[in-house]
């Protein structure tokens, strides 16, 4: 069983920065994609990155050149730097860990919001 605990969200104005972490319980970090996904109210849940065991990474669109997913293997933990945040950011933000085909888990959320 895998455990995923996100922190680090919060409220933050336009042009703001927020740094979320998502600590990983159990021994199938490392090799394991993760990723984190996003919701807004009345919407369905997106993809905004996600980084391989090996460290590539891909971006929505819409995040590109604004925020950056990395991970510390040896602390279980993944996280995204959100820079330039802008209102259109303001979501529920999940982490993910993937390791297809047995495990598929998400975290309890963090709420980001962006005001103008």
């Known amino acids: 069983q895998v455990q995923l605990v996100e922190s680090g969200g919060g409220l933050v104005q336009a042009g703001g920065s927020l740094r979320l972490s998502c600590a990983a319980s159990g021994s199938i970090f490392s090799i394991s994609v993760m990723g984190w996904y996003r919701q807004a109210p009345g919407r369905q849940r997106d993809l905004v990155a996600t980084?391989?065991?090996?460290?590539?990474?891909k971006y929505a669109d819409s995040v590109k050149g604004r925020f950056t997913i990395s991970r510390d293997n040896a602390k279980n933990t993944v996280y995204l730097q959100m820079n330039s945040l802008k209102p259109e950011d303001t979501a529920v933000y999940y982490c993910?860990?993937?390791?297809?085909?047995?495990?598929?888990?998400w975290g309890q959320g963090t709420q980001v919001t962006v005001s103008s």
């Open positions: 980084i391989t065991s090996g460290g590539n990474t």
């Open positions: 993910n860990l993937n390791l297809l085909p047995m495990y598929n888990y």
